[in-house]
């Protein structure tokens, strides 16, 4: 189904980043949403942001959206939205994002507009359009983000635990309450549906990530390395996934690997720079390149939630990925025939291995595996998924 080409519907898509530079994997699913969307839809972007929008990053979204609305974050305000959350027991996260002077702009801007429908990706956004009630709402879940800080609490230091704790307590409590705001809800995968503690969760729609073109048809030069991970390096999840990569590597003292990524926190340098089997990139600009420089993408997520992206687009590249079955689970991927499971260092390791030494199965996971996200993974198809059931339903 398509909308009329003679007429398109005004769409005001709430985010809490601007969703460019692609380094975090909210903003990749948003841009690739708009740039689907942009196809049927009149689309007005408001986007939130911690840091200023490079001209450069603005006129990659100009292209797309009629009108463009940014609010920057205000330090100061940052810190009284997060204190005020003691009191109204709202996420630290959602008090994270908010701003009242942007959250009354938005609704100025709003009720001139008289928008069609307002998609508003993560729960940190809700909190400015929950109470617009002039049109229909979709709410992009993406993550069951209350797992995914309950899943942290054993890895925090121990005076972390009780922050950690009251997070995930408020995150369960505002994923369950926000769900009655918004008409329709979506989120990435059926994993992360069955976390939403709604008793009506089953009516979230799953509408999962897709891949750009770009990789499936990207031509490869010679690796460097045997294993390589990507991804935003201040991601707690990324993070404790390249201390488990360094800690499998004192095990494989012939192998080496490539850590690439934005934003590098210092544990990440620390880890890197401590073990000489490992070479650390910050910002790639051609991402594709540093993926390709290894063998096998090792992806060992352990407390992350929603689909990994970096796995759809290194099976994309032919390169066989191992991960756990908590990732995988959400892409859902054969093992052994498109991906490899592993959820222990001793499979992680006997599975490099294999895969190093056995160059059939090498072969076979990396083309099974490209054939598999190619035929699974459409930006095209899922943002066709979403107007359907969502969009075009009011």
């Not at 398509?2 to 990749?28: N, Q, W």
């Not at 956004?125 to 054993?154: N, P, Q, W």
């Not at 059926?190 to 969760?201: K, S, V």
Request: hydrophobic share 40%.
């Amino acid at each position: 189904m398509s909308l009329s080409t003679h007429y398109k519907p005004k769409l005001a898509v709430i985010l809490s980043r601007f969703p460019f530079p692609l380094e975090k994997g909210d903003k990749l699913r948003a841009y690739y949403q708009i740039k689907e969307l942009s196809k049927q839809y009149k689309i007005t972007l408001f986007a939130i942001t911690e840091n200023q929008v490079k001209p450069s990053d603005y006129a990659e979204l100009a292209e797309l959206c009629e009108n463009i609305h940014i609010y920057q974050l205000n330090r100061f305000e940052m810190l009284f939205q997060l204190a005020n959350c003691v009191f109204n027991d709202n996420p630290f996260q959602v008090g994270y994002f908010k701003s009242n002077k942007a959250k009354r702009d938005i609704s100025k801007q709003l009720h001139e507009l008289k928008p069609d429908h307002i998609y508003c990706q993560l729960i940190r956004a809700a909190e400015y359009v929950k109470d617009y009630h002039f049109c229909a709402k979709t709410l992009d879940y993406m993550d069951a983000f209350s797992a995914g800080v309950e899943r942290r609490i054993s890895k925090v230091a121990f005076y972390k635990k009780w922050i950690f704790k009251s997070e995930a307590a408020r995150l369960k409590r505002y994923e369950r309450k926000i769900f009655d705001y918004f008409e329709h809800k979506t989120i990435i995968s059926e994993q992360d549906r069955e976390l939403i503690m709604h008793p009506n969760r089953k009516e979230i729609i799953c509408i999962p990530n897709g891949i750009d073109a770009s990789f499936l048809n990207y031509k490869a030069e010679e690796t460097s390395h045997d294993l390589v991970f990507i991804g935003n390096m201040s991601y707690p999840p990324n993070v404790e996934a390249v201390d488990y990569i360094s800690d499998l590597l004192n095990d494989l003292p012939e192998t080496t690997c490539l850590i690439a990524g934005a934003n590098p926190n210092p544990t990440v340098k620390k880890i890197c720079a401590q073990n000489k089997q490992i070479e650390m990139r910050g910002w790639v600009k051609d991402i594709r390149t540093a993926y390709c420089d290894g063998k096998i993408f090792v992806a060992p997520m352990m407390i992350g939630t929603g689909m990994q992206n970096k796995l759809l687009e290194a099976m994309a590249l032919g390169i066989p990925c191992i991960t756990t079955s908590l990732a995988n689970n959400a892409i859902k991927a054969e093992h052994m025939n498109s991906i490899i499971v592993a959820d222990s260092k001793e499979a992680f390791i006997r599975s490099i291995q294999l895969l190093l030494n056995n160059t059939e199965l090498y072969q076979m996971i990396a083309r099974n595996g490209k054939d598999f996200v190619q035929n699974s993974y459409s930006w095209e198809e899922s943002t066709r998924h979403l107007i359907e059931r969502c969009l075009q339903r009011d």
